[in-house]
DNA sequence: CGGATAATTTAGGATAGCCTAATTATCTCG
DNA sequence: CGAGATAATTAGGCTATCCTAAATTATCCG
């Protein structure tokens, strides 16, 4: 059986189209993502990532070097990227129609996205306009499977004294997500960098007229535009 | 752990979801479930039922006399009602907002029945304004558990001369659903009867200007409101 | 270079669900 | 009533997925 038969007849149980989106999002480039990198991702202890990573090798999902990590095939890389599609659709669909917010649109999408029909994605996708973001800015793949990542500088990285635009928020833990909007953070908006200090990354910034002065994690969740960005 | 607390926290499996829906399908009104019935309705072998019926009955979900069959619990005649809103509500919500049809629907609620949160189910069902019924007429349990299940003659038993509503069209295969739709059939409709044969139960029906002659099985598919109903 | 540490894999086992084949219980009817 | 038919259950197995504990490999550093 083909993997594109196995894509197309939804064969793929949960537990695999999980494996598939984590790798996938460990490094969208491909890089090879390592096998506690993977089992922390999924909350899985690393002999369990060890047996699935064999069974997709077997499957042609993936590639696996032992004790060197996975890297997805083309057939994994798209199954990966429909899972993908699916799940910032749902969070677009749920903010824009069913009045959920940025926070709580996770982990819907977490469950809907193993269950919802192609037809049905695209259906939300036509009901949205076919948007290009989701919520938190990330980019929604095509349906043939491509995707376009902008290039984005985390904020610990911007100069001060450079204004830059939030892109995109790598945040999904509801309270963490609840506390970036407290600040008035989210994509779009703009934000000038203050001040760094000279330890720990700590920038200061301004946006609308307030200060915060902000760490390196969360520096790194916030992903900016910049001018000679794109 | 109490049933409501394993409902609360969602500890039920699909399969368990399957089973319980299933059971109460059988018999709204409690009858007893066979095994036999119950692999059937579900596409499962009678010994893969009895199994699961051992685990649940030891769970408090039901209750199973060997040989004789089965009957929910309290509890689990609230689960299943759970998820009967569930489907109903999504079949519903699908219709109206995503363009689906009624011969669609159920197949893809099936899946997201299990799949979406008591929130989203809420906020599907405050979209829709609260629906009674769902596409196909029949009633949509309320949150705390009740439905009201109202008085409904096949049409198979309408007396000739009398001029009926269809209520429920009690199917869920999409071509048989745009069969009765192709006839003019569907909930709301007034049918009359013209005539029954005495052989068969083949019944003539007016509808719409046409007439049709119905067999047994779709006799019993069309669930009417008479006059002295409900 | 070799040994400690960290990462990974192997070994062995559990659980949930499903199946087929064989057995047992119930029912029906002459 | 008892024999055959039907329904249900028990017995025994399979797969997918997870786990912990033990063994192995890789890496890094003195």
């Known amino acids: 059986m083909?993997?594109?038969?196995a894509i197309a007849s939804e064969?793929?149980?949960?537990?695999?189209?999980?494996?598939?989106?984590?790798?996938?999002?460990?490094s969208p480039e491909g890089r090879p993502a390592s096998t506690s990198e993977i089992a922390h991702l999924l909350a899985l202890s690393p002999p369990s990532v060890t047996g699935m990573v064999k069974r997709l090798s077997e499957h042609g999902l993936l590639e696996h070097v032992p004790y060197r990590g996975v890297q997805l095939t083309d057939?994994?890389?798209?199954?990966?990227l429909r899972m993908v599609r699916?799940?910032?659709?749902?969070?677009?669909?749920?903010v824009e129609f069913l009045g959920y917010s940025w926070d709580t649109v996770h982990e819907e999408a977490e469950r809907l996205e193993h269950a919802v029909s192609d037809t049905m994605v695209e259906r939300m996708a036509t009901a949205l306009g076919n948007p290009v973001?989701?919520?938190?800015?990330?980019?929604?793949?095509?349906?043939?499977?491509?995707?376009?990542?902008?290039?984005?500088?985390?904020?610990?990285?911007?100069?001060?004294?450079?204004?830059?635009?939030?892109?995109r928020v790598h945040e999904s833990q509801p309270e963490r997500?609840?506390?970036?909007?407290?600040?008035?953070?989210?994509?779009?908006?703009?934000?000038?960098?203050?001040?760094?200090q000279p330890f720990d990354d700590l920038v200061t910034i301004e946006v609308g007229g307030d200060q915060h002065v902000i760490g390196r994690e969360?520096?790194?969740v916030?992903?900016?535009?910049?001018?000679?960005?794109?």
Do not use: F, W
């Not at 083909?2 to 038969?5: E, Q």
């Not at 057939?75 to 990966?80: H, L, M, N, P």
């Not at 916030?222 to 794109?230: I, K, N, S, V």
């Open 218 to 220: 969360l520096g790194h």
């Open 86 to 94: 699916r799940h910032r659709l749902i969070e677009a669909y749920l």
């Open 11 to 26: 064969s793929l149980t949960r537990s695999v189209e999980d494996y598939l989106k984590a790798i996938y999002q460990l």
């Open 222 to 230: 916030l992903q900016c535009a910049r001018e000679g960005d794109q």
């Open 177 to 196: 997500l609840r506390y970036i909007a407290s600040l008035g953070l989210r994509p779009g908006v703009r934000v000038r960098v203050l001040d760094r």
């Open 2 to 5: 083909s993997v594109n038969a």
């Open 75 to 80: 057939e994994g890389r798209r199954a990966a």
């Open 133 to 167: 973001v989701d919520p938190h800015g990330d980019p929604i793949p095509t349906v043939d499977g491509s995707i376009h990542e902008p290039a984005c500088t985390a904020l610990s990285d911007v100069p001060v004294g450079e204004t830059v635009e939030i892109h």
